[in-house]
């Protein structure tokens, strides 16, 4: 059950990748049009945004120039709209540049009633005489000028769709060959179109309506449209076809393309051409102000073969559209940059392949997004999944410069960024909640510095099991039993809790990691499960440190009222096999080996050799040798040859009595009368010292009973 559990915690990342990619394709599927186009939409606007700026102007033999109705020309003739007298004028002053066309983005759907003809026809009209409304045909007529004014020139003029109306306009020249490529035109029912007199004078009528996306943004211009069952050209493509001179357009079934005056432009199957976006820089050299025109302050010599475009940017001309670059973008700037884009033969389009790639995209970014997040951390994840998804809008924008095909990378970039993110997620949070159950168990066995490392470094710790060098401490209090048998229960309990919290916080400090207790007695490990330098000095360090803390501590309430017993400690070094030991339901992270066991041995020779800390020849040679004293030899089970035991000297004896302790030690093996004589006067020296009154006393029994070359071993 463990098992599974744990392969079920390991596969839950991946699992919830894989069932937000799934729920992200389906709901990409499923989602309504108008938001998977706005989606879109979005995508296309960045690719081609990074396009721009890779790509060279292009010489072109049309000039494309903007007559500009701005501010200036506005505060200078009078308030919009304006008589049709001016804009003849205006028109004549266009048409003097010798223009190979003029496109007119002002839509010119009532008769004039400003002109004095006009005036004088509406005053006859209504006074009833006659003779007025003749003497306006003497008048200055602002329709009559305007419309010679058109006749000068190639001059398109403009249109707009009405669904309500079904007013029908003179169609355009149109030869297909094959049959049309459109499936999904710009329709409506009917059109509202310039006044009679203005369209019979003008050579072209192109539509001015321009289709906003979901937002609102233009982002296309229509190359043809339906007006009833006519197809009708857009205002760019008109002005384009008159600027060459062509007679008719020629629409070609496949693949899509408008052929005009010799210049081939791809078509798409709604008739309408994706608008790139235009350097500011241009829109500024090829706009003249209409008031420069009309006064002769422009260079017309800019005007000559080219084809001019005469709209506003003033508010008053209801002009201004929302595009993706600009909130306040007149319109004639946008059917210029449609000019130029179909001169320059650009028309980016989406890929025919477009359905089915776009799913491919989504699900092997979004693979690569669950391996990422479920195998990687957080920072390599997000790392690697960032430069995938450069790539893939790297690539999509080199698509659009080489190929001018269009390739959402928005959509896939999302879902691979939701899946790494609940992928990720998912993993982080499992690997948060193992981090707190793995924090908790080792905080209460080693130090915090330790147990960050092993958080922060898994693998350093080997949990399947491990051969490697430890330091063993084991710790008992001495006469225990009998203290049991004194003690309340809660009193007892008391005093344990404190004493344990007391002796695992020094075990921790030093560097060790509690084992486990047992009993009365500590079990705690040096250099597990993580390396410490200098483990037996540290070690017996702790153990110095114990000993201190705990005869203050027996010594204070509640331990002195139960009369808690003094410490015992043994310390051992040597090779262990260390790791997690038990049931799937209970492991315990143990070592076994001799160290541990001698550990244990040592801990209960303290009763004999009459010290508190015993410390074994594995662990004394590694510590300092000014730190320790020997204690004699002991005969232990499993070792031929007796083991040599040490503890540390009292902290209160002075340097002279210690060199005496050594001098009369160093004589044990070959002079053990002089040994004797000299215990027994260190002995008087310091009668508390009761290590050296069991050494005197092993050593004249040992004289007594034994011969006179025998040592002091004491047998466990």
Not at 172 to 177: L, P
Not at 474 to 480: K, L, M, R, V, Y
Not at 702 to 716: M, Y
Request: charged letters at 20%; a neutral charge.
């Amino acid at each position: 059950m463990g098992r599974m559990r744990r392969t079920l915690q390991q596969r839950l990342p991946a699992a919830a990748g894989l069932a937000t990619l799934t729920v992200f394709l389906a709901a990409a599927i499923l989602l309504p049009k108008t938001m998977s186009e706005a989606l879109r939409d979005s995508a296309f606007d960045l690719v081609l945004a990074g396009d721009q700026p890779l790509r060279r102007p292009v010489a072109s033999d049309l000039k494309v120039i903007v007559v500009d109705i701005d501010r200036a020309s506005i505060d200078a003739l009078g308030a919009w709209p304006w008589p049709r007298t001016t804009m003849a004028r205006l028109v004549e002053a266009v048409a003097s540049g010798r223009p190979a066309a003029i496109a007119i983005d002002v839509l010119f759907a009532e008769p004039d009633d400003r002109s004095p003809a006009a005036l004088a026809r509406r005053l006859g009209s209504v006074t009833g005489h006659a003779e007025i409304s003749t003497l306006g045909e003497s008048l200055p007529d602002g329709d009559k000028l305007l419309a010679q004014a058109i006749s000068s020139v190639p001059v398109a003029l403009g249109f707009v769709l009405d669904p309500d109306r079904g007013r029908a306009l003179p169609g355009a020249a149109i030869v297909s060959r094959g049959s049309l490529p459109f499936d999904d035109l710009w329709q409506a029912a009917g059109a509202i179109g310039p006044t009679p007199p203005l369209a019979a004078a003008a050579r072209g009528l192109g539509v001015l309506s321009l289709p906003g996306s979901t937002d609102g943004a233009i982002r296309q211009i229509p190359v043809f449209v339906a007006v009833g069952r006519v197809l009708m050209p857009g205002l760019a493509a008109e002005a384009l076809r008159l600027a060459t001179r062509a007679s008719s357009y020629l629409i070609e079934g496949e693949p899509a393309t408008l052929v005009v005056g010799g210049r081939r432009v791809a078509l798409s199957r709604d008739g309408l051409l994706r608008l790139a976006p235009a350097p500011p820089w241009r829109r500024v050299t090829r706009t003249l102000s209409a008031i420069d025109v009309l006064e002769g302050r422009a260079d017309r010599g800019r005007l000559k073969d080219a084809l001019v475009l005469l709209g506003g940017s003033a508010p008053e001309l209801n002009g201004l559209r929302k595009t993706p670059a600009d909130p306040l973008t007149p319109s004639v700037q946008i059917q210029a940059d449609a000019v130029e884009q179909m001169v320059a033969g650009r028309v980016p389009r989406t890929l025919t392949a477009a359905p089915i790639a776009q799913p491919l995209t989504v699900l092997v970014i979004g693979a690569l997004a669950v391996v990422l997040g479920a195998a990687l951390s957080p920072a390599a994840g997000t790392a690697i999944l960032s430069g995938a998804i450069a790539l893939l809008w790297i690539a999509a924008i080199a698509v659009s410069r080489f190929a001018d095909r269009l390739v959402d990378p928005l959509t896939p970039s999302i879902a691979a960024g939701l899946v790494f993110a609940v992928t990720g997620g998912t993993a982080y949070s499992l690997t948060r909640r193992r981090e707190a159950l793995v924090r908790h168990r080792l905080e209460q066995h080693l130090a915090p510095a330790v147990v960050r490392r092993i958080i922060e470094q898994p693998d350093l710790v080997k949990l399947t099991g491990e051969r490697r060098e430890v330091t063993s401490l084991f710790t008992d209090i001495e006469g225990f039993t009998a203290t049991m048998h004194r003690a309340g229960p809660e009193e007892l309990v008391t005093t344990l809790d404190q004493y344990f919290e007391g002796v695992a916080g020094i075990v921790i400090k030093h560097g060790g990691m509690i084992d486990k207790i047992v009993g009365d007695g500590v079990h705690a490990l040096f250099n597990a499960p993580l390396d410490l330098e200098d483990h037996p000095q540290r070690a017996v360090e702790c153990a110095i440190a114990i000993q201190a803390w705990s005869e203050g501590f027996r010594r204070r309430p509640p331990a002195a009222a139960i009369e808690l017993g003094r410490t015992r400690i043994g310390i051992e070094t040597g090779p262990a096999v260390v790791g997690d030991v038990g049931i799937q339901s209970k492991l315990d992270y143990t070592a076994h080996g001799d160290a541990v066991n001698m550990a244990a041995r040592l801990e209960a020779c303290n009763k004999e050799l009459g010290s508190a800390i015993c410390v074994g020849p594995g662990a004394a040679p590694r510590c300092d040798a000014a730190l320790l004293r020997p204690l004699g030899r002991l005969a232990v089970r499993g070792r031929e040859e007796p083991i040599a035991v040490f503890e540390p000297w009292p902290s209160d004896a002075p340097p002279s009595w210690r060199d005496a302790y050594l001098t009369a030690y160093a004589m044990l093996d070959c002079d053990a009368a002089n040994a004797a004589v000299r215990l027994q006067k260190l002995m008087a020296e310091r009668p508390a010292d009761l290590p050296v009154r069991r050494l005197a006393e092993r050593l004249t029994s040992i004289r007594k009973s034994g011969p006179p070359s025998a040592s002091p071993t004491l047998t466990r």
